[in-house]
Nanobody, 123 residues
Framework: VQLQASGGGLVQAGGSLTLSCAAS????????IGWFRQAPGKEREFVAA???????KYTDPVKGRFTISRNNAKNTVYLQMNSLKPEDTAVYYC??????????????????WGQGTLVTVSS
C-alpha cells in the first residue's frame, strides 16, 4: 500500500489543521493506520491510530485535542488537530500496519510509510 500525507502548514497556537493520509494499492479498512511525528532533535513518537475495526488510540498529550477518523469511500484517514500548541511542531507521518492492536503505538511494526508533512505551530 502507498500512503500520501498532506495538510501540514504554519498555524498559530490555538489554531487547527487537518492532516490527510490517502492510501492507494490497498484498502485502509484492512489496515491500522497510524500517525507519528518527529520534532527536530527528537525521536519519532506515536500520535494516534485508527484500527481496521474502528478502534482508536491516542497518545496522552493529544487526547481531547486531536481526532483520528477514516473515510472508507476516499480510502483516506484524517487527523483533525485542534488547540494546537508549539510543542506539536513536527513532521507528521502516516503509516500502515496489520500488527495486533496492542502494538500499534510502536512504529517498528509499521511496514508502509507516507512521506511526511510538516506542521509548524507558532507561539
Amino acid at each position: 500500500v502507498q500512503l500520501q500525507a498532506s495538510g501540514g502548514g504554519l498555524v498559530q497556537a490555538g489554531g487547527s489543521l487537518t492532516l490527510s493520509c490517502a492510501a492507494s494499492g490497498g484498502d485502509v479498512r484492512r489496515n491500522t493506520i497510524g500517525w507519528f511525528r518527529q520534532a527536530p532533535g527528537k525521536e519519532r513518537e506515536f500520535v494516534a491510530a485508527f484500527g481496521w475495526s474502528g478502534n482508536t488510540k491516542y497518545t496522552d498529550p493529544v487526547k481531547g485535542r486531536f481526532t483520528i477518523s477514516r473515510n472508507n469511500a476516499k480510502n483516506t484517514v484524517y487527523l483533525q488537530m485542534n488547540s494546537l500548541k508549539p510543542e506539536d511542531t513536527a513532521v507528521y507521518y502516516c503509516a500502515a500496519t496489520t500488527v495486533v492492536w496492542g502494538r500499534v503505538t510502536q512504529g517498528n511494526y509499521y511496514g508502509y510509510w507516507g512521506q511526511g508533512t510538516l506542521v509548524t505551530v507558532s507561539s
